[in-house]
């Protein structure tokens, strides 16, 4: 069973907007800092936005902060975390991937401190 499952990625146009969700297979990932990275064909995986546990602190890469908003929804039932992305540019298109890290306490960009991640989904802005 797969431990992070992505969806709501899609084909719009620029400047229209999309929301990823992750829902997390186990309650325990409610105590785990979370992150959304992206990865563009040909380039390196990039940070794109971080949330603390509790949801208080978050973190965005400056390419995306002021359009994009990380949050997280947890019930009795399930653990999710949402990417709303706004203003989509064609620079946004890539293939998105949430990850865990059940170790740090803050929101951070350090690709390498995560250690669970999703399959991805494809995000394609069209100019």
């Known amino acids: 069973q797969a431990q992070l499952v992505e969806s709501g990625g899609g084909s719009v146009q620029a400047g229209d907007s999309l929301r990823l969700s992750c829902t997390a297979a186990?309650?325990?990932?409610?105590?785990?800092?979370m992150a959304w990275f992206r990865q563009a064909p040909g380039k390196d995986r990039e940070f794109v936005a971080a949330?603390?546990?509790?949801?208080?602190?978050?973190?965005?890469a400056d390419s995306v902060r002021g359009r994009f908003t990380i949050s997280r929804d947890v019930t009795d039932d399930s653990v999710k975390v949402h990417l709303q992305m706004n203003s989509l540019k064609p620079e946004d298109t890539a293939i998105y991937y949430c990850?865990?890290?059940?170790?740090?306490?803050?929101?951070?960009?350090?690709?390498?401190?995560?250690?669970?991640w999703g399959q991805g989904t494809q995000v394609t802005v069209f100019s």
């Open positions: 186990e309650r325990a990932f409610s105590e785990y800092v």
């Open positions: 990850a865990a890290d059940s170790i740090a306490g803050a929101a951070h960009a350090d690709e390498w401190r995560y250690h669970t």
């Open positions: 949330i603390s546990w509790s949801g208080i602190t978050t973190n965005y």
